[in-house]
């Protein structure tokens, strides 16, 4: 943007023909809904160069015309095919049998599943099934690898659940997540007499029961949409992955090693994914949750989740990161997270109640663990004895991320003090929050390169700048304009890769893992936001379109998007529920237009901006009654412009 005068219009019929209409509400969004139509969904495609043996009319099972028949006389090729379901899907399988014929062999002719989620994966094993992690106490252990099914003569439908059919013979592991199954007519020899290994078996039909939130376009309380169809595309596969794992907790289809919990039982929950980790974890829903909630009435899979690790807090105040090993894996950082995605939830969802609900475990939080985890005198925290964070990254001693994560948490904290007037707490956390901060740009700030170190350290790794603890500090206001911009360019310069940008620049190889080219989503979110936060929106793109481009372009390539739509078109809460609001959309050169709805208790909150061939941009904003906000402002650096709920209001930057 260049000069700054602000000119206000209110709605008039002259500016509505050369402004994007969110009355009209243009339905050209949904066309990139990801959901697939109905809760029984039918496959793809065939992939007919995978079909060996005596199979006829496989492609029956797409078109339906024919009844496809498996047949296996003695010991010949396996009959084998391979159904496409053209995207990941997570639920039952169902296969309608139309009868079947028993071999040689004693027992009913014998059907095996291998599930895949990427073609680079498909064999004859699954490419990760529930027993494959089920060493558990108890163990859940029931299969080496594919799902087994005894075909009954007469004609019925299977449904693929978890457990054994005959004692502990001919077992399944129930849900999957995939996109590929291989359906083979065969028969594990440890499941005779059972199953027989030939015969003939005649299938209908496949299909899946969807499990999971069927986010159709009749579902979206919010949507978004760009100039950049890439971009656009790569929210709602956010919003799809995030529907995947958004479902009950069930004790015989989530995370076999012991994350089953009585407390969690029949809740809807939102996992960290669809198949793994199939658990709900803290840190995952700082991302997750924020897409959660823009896209479909599914907050209450955060709270959930919120609430238990609350019931689950520790007498020296710290949280589990999820119910893992009976609520128990050692993750330092996570607690950090249930402080910002509590706040999160409260600015999003309007939801105040929750502050005074769970203060007190939030207080414990920030008063009894971290103030026992820190050095005095550098008032950075020291990561506990034993445990680890979000990637295990192997940093003895400390981080900075862990304390950049307890600034933004001490302030995400103070504002939810302070709606509740405990402004007292609000004034101390602050403080703290300023005090660590002053410690972390004296002791980790490295002049040498203009950007801040991950530990102050001397030996191997310790010239180490990483990812994480450069773009939080950037995020929680540690970093001045100047320190920001600088660390960001740092970052940028030294840690990208075609396929994003990595954990750390070349002194992380000190730590050994190869961390200067790995590239991880989760904290790229992070990464991502900070340089959309501090202006930086040409960069922010470009680390997306490396990321999410490349991800896109895998097999099955999706993972959530978190709140970056926020920053596109614009839109924050500035109190809880969206009472007040700012609209700021991105300034940058390459998105010419962007229009969405963000679901508010209020009602529905419109916004749409567009750059017009003389490089102005005009932002409409249509709040719900109630509301008010400001637009313009910000990162943009322009005055802002005050707009009341119930009346349209256009504002057009010079
Ligand atoms: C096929 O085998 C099963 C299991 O041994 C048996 O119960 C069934 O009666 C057999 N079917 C026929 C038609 O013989
Ligand atoms: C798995 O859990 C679901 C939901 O709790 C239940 O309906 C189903 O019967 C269970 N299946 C098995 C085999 O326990
Ligand atoms: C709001 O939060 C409280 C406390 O956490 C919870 O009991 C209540 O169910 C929530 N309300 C809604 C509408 O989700
Ligand atoms: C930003 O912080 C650095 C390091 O503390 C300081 O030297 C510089 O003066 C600050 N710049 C601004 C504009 O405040
Ligand atoms: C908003 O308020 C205006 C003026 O009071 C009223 O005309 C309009 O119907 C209200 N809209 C909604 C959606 O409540």
Not at 266 to 287: E, S, T
């Amino acid at each position: 943007m260049h000069a700054r005068p602000l000119v206000l219009f209110f709605w008039s019929v002259a500016l509505a023909l050369h402004s994007p209409s969110l009355a009209q509400d243009s339905p050209s969004w949904q066309q990139y809904v990801r959901a697939p139509a109905s809760a029984i969904v039918h496959p793809a495609a065939i992939l007919s160069s995978y079909t060996q043996g005596d199979v006829k009319n496989a492609d029956g099972l797409v078109t339906g015309a024919y009844t496809t028949v498996l047949t296996r006389a003695g010991s010949g090729e396996v009959p084998t095919l391979v159904v496409d379901f053209g995207q990941n899907v997570v639920g039952q399988l169902l296969l309608e049998f139309a009868g079947s014929a028993n071999g040689s062999s004693q027992g009913f002719p014998g059907i095996r599943l291998a599930f895949s989620e990427a073609l680079e994966y498909l064999t004859d094993r699954s490419d990760y099934t529930r027993s494959d992690r089920a060493q558990g106490d108890p163990p859940q252990l029931i299969t080496t690898g594919t799902d087994q099914i005894a075909v009954k003569n007469g004609p019925y439908t299977w449904e693929d659940q978890w457990g054994c059919e005959y004692d502990s013979t001919v077992c399944s592991d129930g849900l999957h997540a995939f996109r590929y199954v291989r359906i083979s007519l065969d028969a594990l020899t440890e499941d005779s007499p059972y199953t027989s290994p030939n015969g003939q078996v005649d299938i209908k039909s496949v299909g899946l029961r969807w499990s999971g939130y069927l986010g159709t376009p009749a579902t979206f309380t919010g949507w978004f949409e760009c100039s950049d169809a890439d971009i656009t595309q790569w929210w709602y596969d956010g919003v799809y992955t995030v529907d995947m794992g958004t479902d009950i907790f069930r004790a015989n289809d989530t995370e076999p090693r012991g994350a089953t919990s009585a407390s969690l039982l029949n809740k809807l929950v939102l996992h960290d994914g669809a198949k793994r980790d199939r658990d709900p974890y803290m840190g995952d829903l700082a991302v997750a949750s924020l897409t959660s909630y823009l896209s479909h009435d599914t907050s209450a899979a955060t709270l959930n989740v919120l609430e238990d690790l609350a019931a689950h807090q520790r007498a020296d105040g710290w949280i589990p990161p999820a119910s893992i090993n009976h609520y128990t894996l050692a993750l330092f950082d996570y607690p950090l997270y249930w402080v910002t995605c509590s706040w999160d939830y409260v600015f999003y969802t309007g939801n105040t109640s929750y502050i005074n609900a769970h203060y007190a475990v939030m207080a414990k939080i920030l008063d009894t663990y971290y103030p026992a985890h820190t050095d005095s005198a550098t008032q950075l925290l020291v990561r506990q004895d034993g445990y680890g964070d979000f990637a295990f990254l192997p940093r003895p001693g400390s981080a900075g991320y862990y304390s950049a994560l307890y600034v933004l948490a001490l302030n995400k904290a103070a504002d939810l003090a302070e709606l509740t007037t405990r402004t007292d707490d609000a004034a101390r956390w602050r403080e703290r929050a300023a005090a660590v901060s002053d410690g972390f740009q004296k002791t980790l700030w490295d002049p040498s390169v203009s950007a801040y170190l991950d530990r102050k350290c001397s030996g191997t790794g310790c010239t180490a700048h990483a990812q994480d603890g450069n773009s939080l500090a950037v995020l929680a206001g540690i970093a001045n304009a100047t320190t920001a911009s600088a660390a960001l360019r740092y970052l940028a310069g030294n840690t990208a890769r075609s396929y994003g940008n990595a954990f750390y620049d070349a002194g992380g190889e000190g730590l050994g893992g190869g961390f200067s080219e790995r590239v991880y989503p989760f904290i790229s979110y992070f990464e991502g936001a900070a340089r959309f936060e501090s202006g930086d929106a040409a960069g922010a793109l470009d680390l997306i379109r490396r990321t999410w481009g490349w991800m896109a372009s895998q097999d099955p390539g999706r993972h959530a998007l978190g709140g970056y739509r926020t920053y596109v078109l614009g839109v924050k809460p500035t109190k809880p529920g969206f009472l007040e609001w700012a609209v700021n959309p991105i300034a940058t050169d390459d998105i010419s237009w962007a229009k969405g709805v963000v679901p508010t208790p209020y009602g529905p909150l419109g916004v749409s901006w567009e750059r017009n061939s003389g490089g102005e941009l005009l932002i409409t904003v249509d709040p719900p009654n109630g509301t008010t906000g400001t637009v313009g402002g910000l990162a943009s650096g322009t005055k802002e412009v005050r707009a009341e709920g119930g009346q349209k209001t256009v504002v057009i930057l010079v």
